[in-house]
């Protein structure tokens, strides 16, 4: 049973756009949420992440967009550059628990 | 400083063969986690283990999955009697565990490819 869904399996975005990126959530009990990016043969890195007290949260290019009651929460990445160029795994948990449930990934591919 | 290293990066076994993969966690962390992915899905939770504190296998799909931990270091997971659905990369994770009242980060290793023919 996922609870952690990313419906685009891959995303196509030209140098310089932005890159939207989707995660959807069942539980209701979740209320911490992050991103994580994965290169080709390395492990997953942290990228961002956002509390449920919040509904926004900016690092830099990145921001994370949480929206409680449909249970969605986006990644922004202004502008897109070569090097975003990875896997983006969402991950959901809840506060102070170990346990972070995985969306399967979404592969995001910048163009020149 | 280093890492979460694992080992080997990839590893071809035959139905039936037992295998073992090795995490070498970040120093300092005590919590440590392995996680499975399966082509096309996500990091699906296997086993926590965090200090001296009794590890949490709910996440193990059966009994011929386990793993240990020595202290707060090495972790080895063996999967006896491989079956060609184990395929998948093996990925491990320490944290500090700081309880300080918000999830810690993971911090993951490459992971190891684990092939069974």
């Known amino acids: 049973d996922q609870q952690v869904k990313q419906n685009s399996p891959s995303l196509s975005v030209q140098e310089g756009r932005i890159s939207i990126l989707n995660c959807d959530y069942t539980?209701?009990?979740?209320?911490?949420f992050l991103w994580y990016k994965k290169y080709p043969a390395e492990g997953p890195t942290f990228l961002i992440s956002?509390?449920?007290?919040?509904d926004k949260n900016e690092d830099g290019r990145f921001t994370v967009f949480l929206n409680k009651s449909a249970k969605h929460l986006s990644l922004h990445i202004v502008p897109s550059q070569p090097g975003d160029s990875a896997v983006y795994f969402c991950a959901a948990s809840r506060s102070n628990d170990y346990k972070l449930s995985f969306g399967a990934g979404t592969t995001v591919t910048v163009r020149a | 400083g280093a890492g979460v290293s694992q080992s080997p990066s990839n590893k071809v076994t035959e139905k039936g063969k037992d295998v073992e993969l090795r995490c070498d966690p970040i120093?300092?962390?005590?919590?440590l986690y392995w996680y499975r992915q399966r082509l096309g899905q996500g990091l699906e939770f296997l086993i926590y283990?965090?200090?001296?504190?009794?590890?949490?296998k709910s996440g193990l799909p059966s009994d011929r999955f386990s793993a240990e931990r020595t202290g707060e270091s090495v972790s080895t997971l063996t999967i006896q009697r491989t079956q060609q659905e184990d395929s998948a990369v093996y990925l491990c994770a320490s944290s500090l565990r700081s309880g300080r009242g918000f999830t810690d980060t993971q911090y993951f290793g490459p992971g190891t490819r684990l092939t069974v023919l």
């Open positions: 539980n209701s009990m979740f209320d911490y």
């Open positions: 956002i509390s449920s007290i919040k």
């Open positions: 283990f965090q200090g001296n504190s009794a590890p949490d």
């Open positions: 120093s300092g962390h005590t919590a």
